[in-house]
Nanobody
Framework: QVEVVESGGGLVQPGGSLRLSCAAS????????MAWYQQVPGKQRELVAG??????????NYADSVKGRFTISRDIAKNTIYLQMNSLKPEDTALYYC???????????WGQGTQVTVSA
């Protein structure tokens, strides 16, 4: 069983930065990748960024809307991934969820979500 816990959300002005963290615990060896999703009321949860696990540097992917502004990274020793969010826009306002994905590409765990609000 895998558990993930997010932290780091908050209120920031447009153009500002935030860093989200997501710590995984449990059956870490079963995790193929971890990812960040965002969800706004009335819409489906959407992928923001993902990164593969393993001993290599990790393969990353990003939603077009965040390319060049957000960076996903990981600390293998801490079983933690990060989402560095720069040049934040009001449209980035959402509840951000961390997810762990297994080798069969099925979700192993979701976090409780952390709110990011971008507003003047």
């Amino acid at each position: 069983q895998v558990e993930v816990v997010e932290s780091g959300g908050g209120l920031v002005q447009p153009g500002g930065s935030l860093r989200l963290s997501c710590a995984a615990s449990g059956s870490i060896e079963s995790i193929y990748a971890m990812a960040w999703y965002q969800q706004v009321p009335g819409k489906q949860r959407e992928l923001v960024a993902g990164i593969t696990s393993g001993s290599s540097s990790g393969v990353t992917n990003y939603a077009d809307s965040v390319k060049g502004r957000f960076t996903i990274s990981r600390d293998i020793a801490k079983n933690t991934i990060y989402l560095q969010m720069n040049s934040l826009k009001p449209e980035d306002t959402a509840l951000y969820y961390c997810a762990a994905v297994g080798g069969d590409r099925k979700f192993l765990a979701w976090g409780q979500g952390t709110q990011v609000t971008v507003s003047a």
